[in-house]
Structure formats: C-alpha cells, structure tokens
C-alpha cells in the first residue's frame, strides 16, 4: 500500500510568487489534514478534510492560502502571494474514518520563500 | 486550549543506554496521545499512541510510553538505545472529544535524539 506522498519535495521561490503545494492521500482515507512547521517552532495544525469538505480551518494563517480537494482524492495548498514567513516544511497527513485518530504522515515540502 | 510541552530540544544518549524523552500537555478533556519519528529526510512515522485503557503502551522499535494522568505527562523510553534511534521525536495530543472525525494534533517542539557510540 502507497503511503501519503507530496509533490514537491522542496521548492524555492521569490516573495510575491505563488506556490502549489499537492498531497495524495493513502487510497480510502477520506480525512485529510495539512500541517506546517517553521523553523525552529512547532508543527502546527493548518485544516481538515472530509473528503472534499473543508471541515476545520482554524490554523490557516490568512487568506493568502488556499486549499482544495476536488473530488475527494488529492488536495493541494496555494499560497499566493507567498511572503517570507511562509517558509517552513508542510506536512500533510490522512487518515481513515474507522481509526481517525491516526494520521498517516507524508515526507512534507520545503518551502523556502526568498 | 491544548498545549504540549517537550523538555530537552535535544538529548544525548550513549548507545546501550536508556533513552528518556519528557512531555507533559496540557488538554481540557481525556487526551489521545501520541509519539512521532522524524529520520532525517523521511516524513513522520508513528511510534506509539494512548487513546484508552492500558496506561503502558508499547510501541514500535522497543519504544514505549506511560500515560499518568495525575501528572500529565507521556514520557517516552527505551530501555538500551541504538544508533538506529538517532531522529527527531515528537509528543502529540488530540483531543478525543473534537466531534466528528476531526482529531487534529498538538505538537511539541520536538527533541532531537542523538545516540553516541
């Protein structure tokens, strides 16, 4: 079974770009969640899926993220336009609706925002 | 609010001793809790969780945890440490009572392991 996997692995852009960061979820796990750690701080809850909806985003930090899951599948995180504070690792993580309570954690992406 | 305190950003050990990882939290209501493994380069592998029942839960890798609810604490230990163990860890909580399916985590900061020979 293929675990969570994130594309891509690092990214490196300018300040004022926009970036896609994409989650594919262990087949059948219908939640979702994105995470993202700053340097030096904790990792932080960013929101939840079920499915396609968004059931929970109270860590997004401010309208500049957006986040979708279409269909239920894969989800993706845009930041538009990224600011420096973006920079950190973003974890996304899935889990089944019987066992909730584990998550399935993917490698993450390194986002560096110059 | 939750809250997860990890004393010791990083922890020494020599290979074939015993490893001793602090965390205490902070939560409102009975607690999940959970330990997580960084390798370098490699996303977050569950080690071991206390959701209920067996207060001394055993994880993989010869990890295990004790949940003292008296103390609010979930330490982790093992009792002879290998090289293998060099990673990250990190202490978890979420709250069992959120509703629905959402069982979104509180971190610790982490502790970096490093095992010596």
């Known amino acids: 079974e293929a675990g969570v996997t994130q594309f891509p692995s690092h990214s490196v852009i300018e300040k004022g770009q926009t970036v896609t960061l994409r989650c594919d979820p262990i087949?059948?796990?219908?939640?979702l969640y994105w995470y993202r750690r700053v340097m030096g701080k904790e990792i932080k809850f960013l929101l939840h899926?079920?499915?396609?909806?968004?059931?929970?985003e109270s860590g997004m930090p401010n309208n500049r993220f957006l986040a979708e899951r279409t269909g239920g599948t894969y989800s993706t995180l845009k930041v538009q336009p990224a600011e420096l504070e973006d920079s950190g690792v973003y974890f996304c993580?899935?889990?089944?609706?019987?066992?909730?309570?584990?998550?399935?954690f993917g490698p993450g992406t390194r986002l560096t925002v110059t | 609010a939750q809250s997860v305190t990890q004393l010791g950003s990083h922890v020494s050990v020599s290979e074939g001793a015993l490893v001793l990882l602090r965390c205490n939290y902070s939560?409102?209501?009975?607690?999940?809790l959970f330990w997580y493994v960084q390798y370098p380069n490699q996303g977050l592998q569950l080690l071991l969780k206390?959701?209920?029942?067996?207060?001394l839960v055993k994880g993989i890798n010869g990890f295990e945890a004790e949940f003292k609810k008296s103390e609010t604490s979930f330490h982790l230990t093992k009792p002879s440490a290998h090289m293998s163990d060099a990673a990250e860890y990190f202490c978890?909580?979420?709250?069992?009572?959120?509703?629905?399916?959402?069982?979104?985590?509180?971190f610790g900061k982490g502790t970096l392991l490093t095992v010596n020979p």
């Open positions: 993580a899935s889990s089944q609706v019987s066992w909730s309570y584990e998550q399935y």
């Open positions: 087949s059948g796990h219908d939640n």
């Open positions: 899926f079920v499915k396609e909806s968004k059931q929970d």
């Open positions: 939560s409102s209501v009975p607690p999940y």
């Open positions: 206390y959701t209920t029942g067996a207060t």
């Open positions: 978890a909580v979420s709250d069992q009572w959120s509703g629905g399916s959402n069982y979104k985590l509180t």
